[in-house]
């Protein structure tokens, strides 16, 4: 007995003592960084218990006003987790060659797999060299015309809210930026504007709530013990619902492409030209076709990649454009001065009509409004990574296996870079302003070669659908957007809604 208990006094004092040491360790790097007092066994993560998403979005923004730009976090179990906002760390951390993304990411991947935003190595590579030309800009001429139509449809389902009380803008936006990926990479329209309660939209929603309560419990370190969560059976059941989605999705793209076969109207070729002009081959039409190493993508390779874009397709652009309306909603002198960029470059009636690309590329102004809104609001604000190797930061070496944050909220809102920050000042991204500034000061698509695939693609959907927007509606902050609050999850949304009012031209 006596032999069994000096084993479980020494065995807990040796646990105890490596804890102390670790626990050590993690201070002294602290100590070149600075960041907030921690619990022992806790860590950092006590300040968030209890607390509601956007309070969490709240502290974890702010903690750098508090501590500056770079800092430390220590999580529960003495887990070192690095937040960094200033461009030179920054750039250091998106440059390195063997780099992986955080812990946060694997919470994704029971719905997005190792699609190309999770996936590393040589799988990555080798599907961001496959999918890339989908993207390309001479693609661009093919999405316009479906963000063209899309954005009109937008138009007329607003009709109802002109001329009356505040409404929420952010679902009509969801619902329309979802239509536009699916017609444009996915190559199948799905009628979600005539569908307020998409379940898929309503899953997306409710996934992304896991996720961040996940990220921010104590438990998250114990992958085989997420049975213990409240929600866990319901993430399960929610998604069966998202891949029943992208699985219709795909089916009903693979009947197109059969019957058109059949019809002997296409005689599939990954060829250069194919791609570009002869048709429309879109993002999905290459992942059912494309052979590696002579094989063809499973049906779980293919579905992976299908929810990562439909997902990251419309989820961020949605929050672009909305928080961009919210903005204009709220600086009217602004607002004004688009509207008549808009008017005088493209004249009244050919707001109406077809947009083409030559047209979007002189609205100079509304470029400056779309990239200062991005500062303002970015639609991903924080992104993750971690060391596979010892770094060296601030003269110190950071171990292996420490979590990185990219505050890219944090790093747009730098007040030694952007003076007066929480001002939306389009005037910030004239030809002048622009150039005082670094390349890691403004990131919104994240930087370096996992930088945002769909970056042009983005840039094109928010631009049509403000000039459309624009065009035919005045926009008004609603009474209640003074109380509005902003919370993240996967990406920048409003707490509840974003209300606004619109007033026709
Ligand atoms: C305003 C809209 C958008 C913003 C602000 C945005 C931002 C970002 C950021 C910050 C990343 C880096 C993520 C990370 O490091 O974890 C990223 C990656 C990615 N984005 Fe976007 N994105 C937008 C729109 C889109 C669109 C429209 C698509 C697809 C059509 C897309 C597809 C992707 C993909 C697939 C990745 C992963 C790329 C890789 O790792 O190779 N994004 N995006």
Redesign the pocket.
Known sequence: MLLILSLIFATVGYVLFNYHRARQRVLNIRSHFGGPDVHYFFGNLQMFFGKSIPEIFEIVSGIHDIHGEDLVIIGPFNELILDLSSSKNVEKVLLAKSIR?SFA?DFIEPWLGK???ISTGEK?FQR?KIITPT?HFKMLENFLEVFNSEADILVSKLKRHAGKVEFDIYDYITLYALDS?CAT?MGVQIHAQDDPQNEYVIAVKQMSTFIIRRIFSVLRNFPSLFFLYPYAKEQKQVILKLHNFTNSVIDSRRKILEQEKADNKVAFDISEEDMYSKRKLTFLDLLLNVTIEGQPLSREDIREEVD??MF???D??T??ISFTMWNLAKYQDVQQRLYEEVIRVLGKDQTTKQLTNMQIQQLEYLDMVVKES?RLM???PF???SLVEDMEINGITIPAGTTITIK?YNIHRNPKVWPEPKKFDPERFSKSNESTRGPYDY????AG???????R???M??KVTLIKLLANYKVLPGESMANMKVKTDLVLRPDTVIPIKLLER
């Open positions: 993304k990411y699609g190309l935003l990555w961001r993207f990926i990479s990562t874009f990251e397709g419309h961020t652009t929050s672009g991005l970015p639609p991903v992104i993750g990574r890219i990131i919104p698509f994240s070669s996992r930088n945002c695939i769909g970056q693609y983005a840039m959907e928010l």
